[in-house]
C-alpha cells in the first residue's frame, strides 16, 4: 500500500467516531413506544375518524347471509321499500353473530334506521304466507313491531351532524 491510501484509510475511519452501543432492552422499548404512539389514536379514541351514525347490530341468529341497514329521512318507504326510498343503506358480512354499519355524511335531521338479516342474500326480508318475518329485523329506537312495521315517528331519532353510537337487537 503506497502511502496516501494509508492515510485516506485513517481518515476514513476517524470520521466516524467512536460507535456507541445501545442496550437491547432500551432499543426495545424505545420500538414499543413508537408502535404505541403510532396506534394511540385508533386505542384512545376507538371511533371512526369520520362523524356519522354507527350502529353495532347485535342478536344476530348466525352468520349466514348479510346485514342490511337502511337509513330512512322520511317516513315514505318505511321500512318496507328500503331499496327504492332510503337514503342510504349499507350491506354488510356478519361477524362473529355481530355487525356494525357506518353512516358517514349525513346531514343533520331527523332519520329511522331498519335492518334486516338477509340470511338467503335475496335483497329483501323473507315472510310466511301469512306475512310475519321469517329472517331477523329491528328498528332505530327498538321500536317493536306487533302486527306491523312500527311507524317512522316511532322508530325516528334526531341527528346533529357529530357521532351517535347505536345499538340495536334483532328479532326473529
Same mark, same amino acid.
Given at each position: 500500500?503506497?502511502?496516501?491510501?494509508?492515510?485516506?484509510?485513517?481518515?476514513?475511519?476517524?470520521?466516524?467516531?467512536?460507535?456507541?452501543?445501545?442496550?437491547?432492552?432500551?432499543?426495545?422499548?424505545?420500538?414499543?413506544?413508537?408502535?404505541?404512539?403510532?396506534?394511540?389514536?385508533?386505542?384512545?379514541?376507538?371511533?371512526?375518524?369520520?362523524?356519522?351514525?354507527?350502529?353495532?347490530?347485535?342478536?344476530?341468529?348466525?352468520? @349466514?347471509? =348479510?346485514?342490511?341497514?337502511?337509513?330512512?329521512?322520511?317516513?315514505?318507504?318505511? /321500512?318496507?321499500?328500503?331499496?327504492?326510498?332510503?337514503?342510504?343503506?349499507?350491506?354488510?358480512?356478519?361477524?362473529? =353473530?355481530?355487525?356494525?354499519?357506518?353512516?358517514?355524511?349525513?346531514? /343533520?335531521?331527523?332519520?329511522?334506521?331498519?335492518?334486516?338479516?338477509?340470511?338467503?342474500?335475496?335483497?329483501?326480508?323473507?315472510?310466511?304466507?301469512?306475512?310475519?318475518?321469517?329472517?331477523?329485523?329491528?328498528?332505530?329506537?327498538?321500536?317493536?313491531?306487533?302486527?306491523?312495521? /312500527?311507524?317512522?315517528?316511532?322508530?325516528?331519532?334526531?341527528?346533529?351532524?357529530?357521532?351517535?353510537?347505536? @345499538?340495536?337487537?334483532?328479532?326473529?
Amino acid at each position: 500500500m503506497n502511502e496516501s491510501t494509508i492515510r485516506k484509510s485513517a481518515a476514513a475511519s476517524t470520521v466516524r467516531g467512536p460507535q456507541r452501543r445501545v442496550p437491547m432492552g432500551v432499543r426495545c422499548a424505545a420500538w414499543f413506544a413508537m408502535l404505541m404512539f403510532a396506534n394511540l389514536p385508533a386505542l384512545a379514541f376507538g371511533q371512526p375518524p369520520c362523524p356519522g351514525i354507527h350502529v353495532k347490530i347485535l342478536d344476530i341468529r348466525n352468520s @349466514t347471509g =348479510s346485514i342490511a341497514c337502511a337509513l330512512f329521512e322520511s317516513e315514505e318507504g318505511f /321500512p318496507k321499500d328500503f331499496l327504492q326510498f332510503a337514503t342510504n343503506i349499507t350491506i354488510i358480512k356478519i361477524r362473529e =353473530s355481530q355487525a356494525i354499519c357506518h353512516f358517514a355524511d349525513i346531514p /343533520p335531521g331527523k332519520y329511522a334506521m331498519a335492518v334486516i338479516h338477509d340470511e338467503n342474500m335475496n335483497g329483501k326480508l323473507d315472510t310466511s304466507w301469512m306475512g310475519a318475518p321469517k329472517e331477523g329485523f329491528g328498528f332505530s329506537n327498538n321500536a317493536e313491531a306487533l302486527l306491523s312495521a /312500527p311507524s317512522f315517528s316511532a322508530a325516528s331519532f334526531r341527528y346533529d351532524g357529530q357521532n351517535i353510537d347505536m @345499538t340495536m337487537c334483532l328479532a326473529y
